[in-house]
């Protein structure tokens, strides 16, 4: 149980178009998800914070207005890089929480990598 | 926000245990420590979960001393495919400001 599922795993664009990045909880309700950018031999860095219904909490130094999340079911969460560039390209990875028992655990996506041309 | 400490790497070989601690000095009382591997192009994996004391499961254990301001995964016997990088993380209840920090490059040599 607890899955996560992200879309796509890659993808390829050219400079200045937007792409979407899904994250899907399969079997279970998640009121917050996470959104993660993370670089060749580096750490995850935490994006945001996306809550469902409601405006997503970025951290410093995110662009919101670049990094567009909606959070608009318990089971969708979506990332939309905005005329993306060659910088944007990195490997993004969402996480939902789930909640059973008293434990509190993340559950992450695959990941989806994109290159911007 | 507890912020972790990891070494950066680690070499081990086939068959050996390895111990990874994880430093996490202003952990609040509410906050559980996790373990997750990664594996490149990958996301995080869950591994292991504990408040304090020991826990164990079928794939690793985690030992939490009383202060809890560290922590310590061990992996019995590891194998090749245990090559990957492990993070520790301190999540409260709140789910509140989930930093990842360096996490540990574990390299197994046969």
């Known amino acids: 149980g607890a899955v996560v599922s992200q879309h796509p795993s890659w993808v390829i664009c050219k400079s200045g178009t937007s792409v979407k990045i899904e994250c899907r909880s399969l079997?279970?309700?998640?009121?917050?998800m996470f959104w993660y950018r993370q670089f060749p031999k580096q750490s995850l860095m935490l994006m945001a914070t996306?809550?469902?219904?409601?405006?997503?909490?970025?951290e410093q130094g995110v662009e919101k207005d670049k990094f567009l999340i909606n959070h608009a079911s318990l089971t969708l969460s979506t990332l939309t890089v905005t005329s993306a560039h060659p910088e944007d390209s990195s490997f993004y990875i969402c996480?939902?929480?789930?909640?059973?028992?008293?434990?509190?655990?993340?559950?992450f996506g695959a990941g989806s990598r994109l290159t911007v041309l | 926000l507890a912020k972790t400490t990891q070494p950066i790497s680690m070499d081990s070989y086939e068959g050996q245990e390895v111990n990874i601690t994880c430093s996490h000095n202003?952990?609040?009382?509410?906050?559980?420590i996790t373990w997750y591997q990664q594996f490149p192009s990958q996301g995080p994996r869950f591994i292991i979960q504990?408040?304090?004391t020991k826990v164990t499961n079928e794939v690793a254990s985690l030992f939490i001393p009383a202060d809890r301001k560290s922590s310590t995964l061990s992996l019995p016997r590891v194998s090749l495919s245990d090559t990957a990088v492990y993070y520790c993380?301190?999540?409260?209840?709140?789910?509140?400001?989930?930093?990842f920090g360096t996490g540990t490059r574990l390299l197994v040599s046969p």
């Open positions: 996480s939902a929480r789930r909640g059973f028992s008293g434990a509190n655990v993340l559950t």
């Open positions: 504990g408040y304090k």
């Open positions: 993380l301190v999540v409260n209840t709140g789910f509140q400001k989930l930093v």
């Open positions: 202003n952990i609040a009382t509410n906050d559980y």
């Open positions: 996306s809550n469902e219904g409601s405006k997503a909490t970025y």
């Open positions: 079997d279970f309700q998640a009121t917050t």
